[in-house]
């Protein structure tokens, strides 16, 4: 079955950079759009990046554009989320998801498979 696993959370102080990585298995990972989803207690989950099947395409939410990036590495089956200048309001649990089309979506209902997230926590 689909696996994601989520790594490189951790609490980091504002200003600071922490790069995100998901490891995928289980699925034809080239074939496989990918984004990054966060959720804070008590929030729904937002969106937070996608990135198309073969890395041509990107989507931002505004909040982290030019903050962060979403990247992938088809022949290591890895997606990543590299954060900059983080701020305490980017405290969440960061979870990556997939979905069996090219082009990624910014609605978490259009992925089907989820990782079981990694917090960050960015101190002031």
């Known amino acids: 079955q689909v696996q994601l696993v989520e790594s490189g959370g951790g609490l980091v102080q504002a200003g600071g950079s922490l790069r995100l990585s998901c490891v995928a298995s289980?699925?034809?990972?080239?074939?496989?759009?990918m984004g990054w989803f966060r959720q804070t207690p008590g929030k729904e989950r937002e969106f937070v990046a996608t990135?198309?099947?073969?890395?041509?395409?990107?989507v931002y939410r505004d909040s982290v554009k030019g903050r962060f990036t979403i990247s992938r590495d088809n022949a290591k089956n890895t997606v990543y989320l590299q954060m900059n200048s983080l701020k305490p309001e980017d405290t969440a649990v960061y979870y990556c998801?997939?979905?069996?089309?090219?082009?990624?979506?910014?609605?978490?209902?259009?992925?089907?498979?989820w990782g079981q997230g990694t917090q960050v926590t960015v101190s002031t």
């Open positions: 990135i198309s099947w073969g890395g041509a395409e990107t």
């Open positions: 289980g699925l034809t990972f080239s074939s496989y759009a």
């Open positions: 998801a997939s979905r069996d089309y090219g082009m990624g979506s910014m609605h978490s209902y259009a992925y089907p498979y």
